[in-house]
């Protein structure tokens, strides 16, 4: 999920206007769970301020932290003292419909929650085999898949997986991690009966262009309502959501679904299709178009850009002009990249993932799949496409009294009249990510 993950943890990127960890939340509440334990790790604090003791959302909510990721069995651990005799656990990425889950909650044994999928995948999924509404197996990583029932990351259990946990020795190699799984299998080797109930649908959030299809899913948004204020000669069609302090300004056609968080500023003049997620305090400049798109907060967009399919982090800047294609002429798939690896993503539609902070210039055309890291400050006129790194000074440029001690914006001028004087000498970016900078 990086750069997205960079600053924020993956249960609470934003998908239909909330939290993903909320949806859950409020579906487990739906099926009759009244108290949570979430396990906490990687930038806790931004769970816990936003949930609190849960009291808002109407349950109530403790939490244990995980210092170190050592698996989802050790994660399980962690909270066996607050744990009562049996109780649901769910991944915090992973969200299926509610009558399902009350499904799972009404077991009376133990039970895990599966889904079918037409390729499952030994290298990333879990797959089990069931029989007669029993799980018969959990396949090892990598092995040729019995059937086409996969893990879907909620399991009904009871305090018995602690001590099955413990009986199950820490995988070799660095952090020995304890898997879930293998608690599972442990329980399956006592001879206790563990149900297989299948879902009916189910999301799970692997790679940032799913978010995308969650939105598809999770759209149209409940009842929020219009809270702020639209200006006379601005169109809301459909289904539209509209946070406080937030204004749509007057020629503005918003065509929904579309969630718009808080103190925002829209327009004038300007397009939104959904399914499309709008954050709190972002600035969206005339005549710009944003389709089926996530904004995270604090995000400006300014006048005259094109976003189409695309995942933009909080506190990014987009110049005037700016356009993130989201289809290749051909017409074929989008590739996308992982980690600074192409990967296939499936869609025939995609723009770009902006990390936090991402700043591009005036007129800056970026490539459908394109990745850019966090932090990133481009240049006017750039071209950008594949897995972009945020770029970082060489030491020996900066001189003492000059740019060394300048603010941002000198800097970024700076750095700017180097590149474009240098602009007729660069190489092409080699395959896999690159700029390049169009000078008059």
Known sequence: MRPLTSSHPKAMLPIGGKPLLEHLVSRAKEAGVERFVIV????????????????????????????????????????????????????????CDGPSLKRVAEVEGLAVA?????????????ILEGEEGSLKSVADKGKAPPSHLIYAGICLLDRRIFEALRRVPPSEGEGEERDLSAGLRSLLADGIQIG???????????????????????????????LGEVESNATLSGEVAVGKGTVIRSGSFVAGPVAIGDGCDIGPNCLIRGPSSIGDGVSIGSGAVIEKSTIMEGTEISHLCYLGDSLVGPGCLLGAGTIVANQRHDGSDV?????????????????????????????????????????????????????????KPKPEEAKEGDEAEAGPSKKAEAEEKRETDNAIDENPARDGGGSETIAG
């Open 40 to 95: 906490v790790g990687h930038q806790k604090d931004k769970i816990t301020d936003h949930f609190g003791d849960g009291e808002a959302l109407g349950v109530k909510i403790d939490y244990v932290v995980q210092e170190e990721r050592l698996g989802t069995g050790h994660a399980l651990l962690r909270a066996e003292g607050l744990a009562e005799d049996r109780f649901l656990v769910a991944n915090g990425d992973v969200l």
């Open 114 to 126: 599966t889904a079918r999928v037409e390729d499952p995948d030994p290298e990333r999924d879990l």
């Open 196 to 226: 297989v109930a299948e879902l009916e649908s189910w999301i799970e959030i692997i790679h940032p262009w799913e978010i995308l299809k969650a939105n598809e899913t999770l759209m149209p948004p409940d009842t929020r309502g219009i």
């Open 335 to 391: 590739r996308s990249y992982v980690g600074g690896t192409r990967a296939e993503t499936g869609r025939n539609r995609l723009g770009a993932v902006l990390g936090e902070g991402v700043k591009t210039g005036v007129g800056t055309i970026v490539y459908p799949g394109t990745v850019i890291e966090g932090g990133r400050w481009g240049r006017p006129g750039e071209v950008l496409w594949g897995s972009v790194e945020a770029e």
